[in-house]
């Protein structure tokens, strides 16, 4: 039997895949095991009530595995890998954190309307750690093979280009080879293009926030 995966449906679409990253990242790692799937596009403007029941905080994704729900992507993936161990995508723990500060830091810049509050300086400085790291360790953070690090990383990157982009005219200096090649390397793969939301879709879902 498939599995069954709850994620975001787009704003105002709500039969087109959405725009969460955290839903993405659950079915990149799907996608990289080759485990079939069904997934429930979620409108979380208006979340139906049967999602509610099973799933009371109203975050997606929720994983639904052996009549159990699971919500948040740290612990589904980790069920995944547990359960579906081939190909194996745990990265070696020290690398486990590699990135992470990237997504809080480009969500502050985002917001950001003080260009002197050293967000964007902030930003750069993770963007240029990652740089680093793959210019060693590359062309994945682990070297020649995906893993769940950069499935995590993935979606993350993809909306801080696409928003940065329409909301700021802003775009990672050319001068960070290593993570533009990156980018490229992930946008590129067959689950990422399966699994994306549409751009238009990803600004939509910041609007709100950035204008807030
Ligand atoms: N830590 C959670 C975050 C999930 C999350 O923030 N999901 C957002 C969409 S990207 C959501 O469900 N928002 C709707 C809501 O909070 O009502 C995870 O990794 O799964």
């Known amino acids: 039997m498939a599995?069954?995966?709850?994620?975001?449906?787009?704003?105002?679409?709500?039969?087109?895949?959405?725009?969460?990253p955290f839903s993405q990242?659950?079915?990149?790692?799907l996608e990289e095991k080759k485990v079939?799937?069904?997934?429930?596009?979620?409108?979380?403007?208006?979340?139906?009530?049967?999602?509610?029941?099973?799933?009371?905080?109203?975050?997606?994704?929720?994983?639904?595995?052996?009549?159990?729900?699971?919500p948040d992507s740290d612990v589904i993936v980790g069920l995944i890998e547990e359960k579906y161990p081939n190909p194996p995508?745990?990265?070696?723990?020290?690398?486990?954190?590699?990135?992470?500060?990237?997504?809080?830091?480009?969500?502050?810049?985002?917001k950001s309307k003080d260009p002197s509050d050293g967000s964007e300086q902030a930003?750069?400085?993770?963007?240029?750690?990652?740089?680093e790291h793959l210019k060693e360790h590359g062309p994945y953070i682990n070297g020649e093979n995906i893993t769940a690090v950069d499935l995590s990383l993935a979606p993350k990157l993809y909306h801080?280009?696409?928003?940065?982009?329409?909301?700021?005219g802003w775009t990672i200096p050319?001068?960070?080879?290593?993570?533009h090649?990156?980018?490229?390397?992930?946008?590129?793969?067959?689950?990422?293009?399966?699994?994306?939301a549409p751009k238009e879709f990803v600004i939509a879902g910041w609007e709100p926030k950035v204008n807030a």
């Open 3 to 20: 599995l069954e995966v709850c994620v975001k449906a787009a704003a105002g679409a709500p039969d087109v895949l959405g725009d969460c």
């Open 25 to 29: 990242r659950v079915l990149l790692t």
């Open 36 to 70: 079939p799937y069904q997934m429930h596009l979620i409108n979380t403007s208006e979340k139906p009530q049967w999602f509610l029941e099973v799933n009371p905080e109203g975050k997606v994704p929720v994983l639904k595995f052996d009549d159990k729900c699971i």
């Open 89 to 110: 995508l745990s990265p070696p723990p020290e690398l486990a954190s590699v990135g992470s500060k990237i997504f809080p830091s480009f969500v502050k810049f985002l």
């Open 123 to 131: 930003l750069l400085d993770e963007l240029k750690a990652l740089d």
């Open 160 to 168: 801080l280009e696409v928003a940065l982009g329409h909301f700021k």
């Open 174 to 179: 050319e001068s960070l080879t290593h993570v």
């Open 181 to 196: 090649n990156y980018m490229k390397l992930l946008f590129s793969r067959e689950s990422f293009e399966k699994t994306k």
